[in-house]
């Protein structure tokens, strides 16, 4: 294992420092109306050629004068071009350049002729006459009601798309969202903007508190008015769900914290608070400050579970289930073990059952039995995991087909809603939920919701593992409530026990420290390097990646080997370590995209992050750069057996792959993951983060860093609280 040390260095990419031209639009080469993303070609001080520029513009129009705000850079198929990322129109200043505007074909039965007429009558104040005084055109000839009223709707678009812009860079908030905010409000986007900067944040997505907080400073908005009251605490709450993990906020905690970040009087934020409940878009429980989604979806959690138990249910014959069981291990050539078989008992009994257990303790053979027997009884079973790889990994091995919940559910993107609800419930004897530990509070809710009368729930997870990214901690809440039946599995099977991988995952639950191999054996093996400076990790990793790792496990560097980091913004973290290894193993392919700091050559691995319900991609999906369509200007991806495409803006919802967190990989496995262990990192060691990491790899375990980190991580078995009542409220309704 030695030899796989072994390293050397590369240095860094040259950087530009940004800045702004003044040009001329000579074309447009291609635009895309979707995303308005632009390719063209412009000019400066009239240069005889005319010089390449991208970026994101609302109405690109030959002849216009702009100030563009970005970097040259040197594209590896395009060479040399400007990638802006804000801009300014500027109008022409003399009547000459405002004829060639108006009669460039920007204004729809404006030809050159009419353009001349309008100049010839107005002159220098052709301008502020199209501005102020439109109906003034009337003085035109040729020029009667119905064309003037083409020609002032139009100028009003363009004045439109040239007060937002302006506007919104005057407070430095980028051109990407002033084309966002004028395509969905158009022409009232200035007032919408004045009267209510924060509706925003509903109105378009993406656009957070902070973007709109500070268009309402700009706008002169003061911190105390209620309208920033009630957008900041509707922030902080859902700011708690997606960071945090939080269902609710201790009402106390809510208000002092609210307070901070609004930089207002606690008294403010109360009075504040008031006015949030009576427009429903806050409530508080017990103590506890909720926004409505969450505290609805724990309570029907609490209300369908209370239902499942209180219908009947009809007894099994389980000694005829027991010559069953004996004929699928015939079949299928297993052997289950005591616990094993009080599970498939208890899961066949309903109405709920959780299945959980360490890897290695036959969980998945389990399951196998339980779908094996549903299906010889000819129940109708729906079998189900929350992402796209568990669900086919579960496919794979139990020969039953899985979906992932959304598909299950038959969610509906257009209009943001599940089609299975309680008024059309799945059609199902028995559910079963795999990776319920990636199950967050509101998938739970769909999920119970679409549950029908007398089928039986099955979840199975490991709740050691680290909770979901979304709020809630659904599994461990379930467990906590004694009135449900749960079969732990602890014996390891003897195969599994010969994976260094497995037994080391259990050792580190009971909070002792892994044992390492020191020599290749190829089953599971656990490795350990001793690395002293962070800064040499990187470099490190390069060289495992690729090539020592791939030579000695004769595996793919991008396919076969996944590097986690507990962090992003370090040496060791996610984004220095991707665009290390993006270079090291896929450094030669041609780039199909630049998007800002991003570059996505073919065959990149890339992840998805966020879910895009039309695409059928969700947050955490992984998948690899096929090509770039550009024609119409789309980077296309594969995702398992078929292609995604993304336009340029569509884009930012991609990231580099090489190296991602720990978070991320829940549901996957890779044959070989590498995984930094650093003091650098030390906020976001702990036991369950290592542990997941750990049970991700199949053949290769392989931590690089400093031994003090690794036992701090192991011996530190706190796990951040997440606040919510799910637990307590099932609890009451069993009893």
């Given at each position: 294992m030695n030899e796989l040390m072994n390293h050397d260095r590369?240095?860094?990419?040259?950087?530009?420092?940004?800045?702004?031209?003044?040009?001329?639009?000579?074309?447009?080469?291609?635009?895309?109306?979707?995303?308005?993303?632009?390719?063209?070609?412009?000019?400066?001080?009239?240069?005889?050629?005319?010089?390449?520029?991208?970026?994101?513009?609302?109405?690109p129009s030959p002849g216009d004068r702009y100030v563009l705000h970005g970097k040259w850079e040197t594209h590896a198929r395009y060479g040399r071009q400007f990638r802006f990322v804000s801009y300014e129109q500027?109008?022409?200043?003399?009547?000459?350049?405002?004829?060639?505007?108006?009669?460039?074909?920007?204004?729809?039965?404006?030809?050159?002729?009419?353009?001349?007429?309008?100049?010839?009558?107005?002159?220098?104040?052709?301008?502020?006459?199209?501005?102020?005084?439109?109906?003034?055109?009337?003085?035109?000839?040729?020029?009667?009601?119905?064309?003037?009223?083409?020609?002032?709707?139009?100028w009003d678009r363009l004045q439109g798309v040239h007060n937002v812009m302006v506007f919104l860079r005057a407070h430095n908030i980028s051109s990407a969202w002033a084309v966002?905010?004028?395509?969905?409000?158009?022409?009232?986007?200035?007032?919408?903007?004045?009267?209510?900067?924060?509706?925003?944040?509903?109105?378009?997505?993406?656009?957070?508190f902070l973007v709109a907080d500070g268009i309402a400073t700009s706008l002169g908005i003061q911190p105390g008015d209620e309208r920033r009251i009630v957008a900041g605490m509707s922030y902080a709450l859902r700011e708690a769900?997606?960071?945090?993990?939080?269902?609710?906020?201790?009402?106390?905690?809510?208000?002092?914290?609210?307070?901070?970040?609004?930089?207002?009087e606690d008294d403010q934020v109360r009075e504040g608070f008031a006015r949030?409940?009576?427009?429903?878009?806050?409530?508080?429980?017990?103590?506890?400050?909720?926004?409505?989604?969450?505290?609805?979806?724990?309570?029907?959690?609490a209300e369908e579970l209370k239902t499942a138990f209180c219908e009947e249910w009809n007894g099994l014959d389980h000694l005829g289930l027991d010559e069953r069981l004996a004929a699928v291990e015939r079949q299928r050539a297993i052997r289950l073990n005591a616990q094993q078989v009080e599970a498939v008992h208890k899961c066949l009994a309903g109405p709920v059952c959780i299945l959980t257990g360490g890897p290695g303790t036959g969980k998945t053979t389990t399951l196998t039995g339980i779908l094996d027997l549903a299906s010889g009884l000819k129940w109708k079973i729906a079998l189900c995991a929350p992402t796209g790889r568990a669900a086919k990994r579960i496919t794979e091995i139990t020969g039953h087909e899985a979906r992932t919940i959304h598909r299950l559910l038959e969610f509906d993107p257009a209009e943001m809603v599940f089609r299975r609800n309680d008024e059309r419930r799945l059609e199902?004897?028995?559910?079963?939920?795999?990776?319920?530990?990636?199950?967050?509070?509101?998938?739970?809710?769909?999920?119970?919701?679409?549950?029908?009368?007398?089928?039986?729930?099955?979840?199975?997870?490991?709740?050691?593992?680290?909770?979901?990214?979304?709020?809630?901690?659904?599994?461990?809440?379930?467990?906590?409530?004694?009135?449900?039946?749960?079969?732990?599995?602890?014996?390891?099977?003897?195969?599994?026990?010969?994976?260094?991988?497995?037994?080391?995952?259990?050792?580190?639950?009971?909070?002792?420290?892994?044992?390492?191999?020191?020599?290749?054996?190829?089953?599971?093996?656990?490795?350990?390097?001793?690395?002293?400076?962070?800064?040499?990790?990187?470099?490190?990793?390069?060289?495992?990646?690729?090539?020592?790792?791939?030579?000695e496990f004769d595996c793919d560097p991008i396919r076969d080997i996944q590097v986690l980091s507990p962090m992003y913004d370090t040496p060791a973290g996610v984004t220095h370590l991707n665009s290390v290894l993006q270079q090291a193993v896929n450094g030669s392919a041609r780039t199909l995209l630049q998007r800002g700091d991003r570059t996505f050559r073919l065959g990149d691995?890339?992840?998805?992050?966020?879910?895009?319900?039309?695409?059928?991609?969700?947050?955490?999906?992984?998948?690899?750069?096929?090509?770039?369509?550009?024609?119409?200007?789309?980077?296309?991806?594969?995702?398992?057996?078929?292609?995604?495409?993304?336009?340029?803006?569509?884009?930012?919802?991609?990231?580099?792959?090489?190296?991602?967190?720990?978070?991320?990989?829940?549901?996957?496995?890779?044959?070989?993951?590498?995984?930094?262990?650093?003091?650098?990192?030390?906020?976001?060691?702990?036991?369950?983060?290592?542990?997941?990491?750990?049970?991700?790899?199949?053949?290769?375990?392989?931590?690089?860093?400093q031994r003090n980190a690794l036992s701090i991580a192991v011996a530190n078995a706190r796990e951040q609280r997440r606040y919510g009542l799910l637990a307590q409220r099932i609890s009451e309704a069993l009893r």
């Open positions: 590369k240095g860094d990419a040259e950087t530009q420092e940004p800045q702004s031209i003044e040009v001329t639009l000579d074309r447009v080469v291609w635009f895309a109306r979707d995303s308005s993303f632009v390719v063209c070609r412009i000019r400066i001080d009239d240069d005889l050629f005319p010089l390449a520029a991208v970026g994101e513009m609302l109405s500027k109008y022409p200043e003399t009547a000459a350049g405002m004829e060639r505007y108006l009669g460039s074909g920007i204004l729809p039965g404006t030809g050159q002729e009419t353009a001349r007429r309008i100049v010839a009558h107005f002159g220098d104040r052709t301008l502020e006459v199209m501005n102020n005084e439109i109906q003034r055109l009337r003085e035109i000839n040729g020029i009667g009601e119905k064309k003037l009223e083409t020609i002032q709707r139009e966002r905010i004028f395509r969905a409000y158009g022409g009232d986007a200035m007032r919408i903007m004045r009267e209510n900067p924060y509706r925003l944040i509903e109105d378009i997505e993406g656009l957070g769900a997606r960071r945090h993990g939080h269902t609710c906020v201790p009402e106390e905690d809510f208000f002092r914290r609210t307070a901070s970040l609004l930089k207002v949030a409940r009576e427009q429903g878009s806050a409530f508080v429980e017990d103590g506890y400050v909720y926004v409505p989604e969450l505290l609805h979806a724990e309570k029907r959690i199902a004897d028995i559910l079963v939920v795999d990776e319920m530990s990636m199950v967050d509070i509101p998938l739970m809710a769909a999920l119970l919701r679409a549950r029908p009368s007398g089928c039986r729930l099955v979840l199975v997870g490991d709740a050691d593992q680290l909770p979901s990214v979304g709020p809630g901690s659904v599994l461990r809440d379930l467990l906590s409530c004694g009135d449900i039946d749960r079969v732990i599995l602890h014996l390891v099977f003897r195969q599994a026990a010969d994976s260094s991988i497995i037994t080391n995952a259990h050792r580190m639950r009971e909070g002792y420290m892994p044992k390492f191999d020191t020599k290749v054996i190829g089953v599971g093996e656990t490795f350990f390097k001793e690395v002293s400076a962070d800064e040499q990790l990187a470099d490190l990793v390069r060289a495992l990646v690729a090539e020592r790792i791939p030579e691995k890339v992840m998805q992050t966020r879910n895009d319900y039309e695409k059928e991609v969700y947050n955490g999906d992984i998948g690899f750069v096929r090509d770039y369509d550009e024609e119409g200007g789309a980077l296309v991806v594969g995702f398992d057996d078929r292609s995604v495409t993304y336009t340029p803006e569509e884009s930012d919802d991609l990231v580099l792959a090489y190296a991602i967190t720990v978070h991320k990989s829940q549901g996957s496995e890779y044959e070989v993951v590498i995984m930094p262990v650093v003091m650098q990192h030390r906020i976001m060691l702990r036991r369950n983060l290592v542990y997941t990491a750990m049970t991700r790899a199949r053949r290769v375990m392989l931590f690089l860093g």
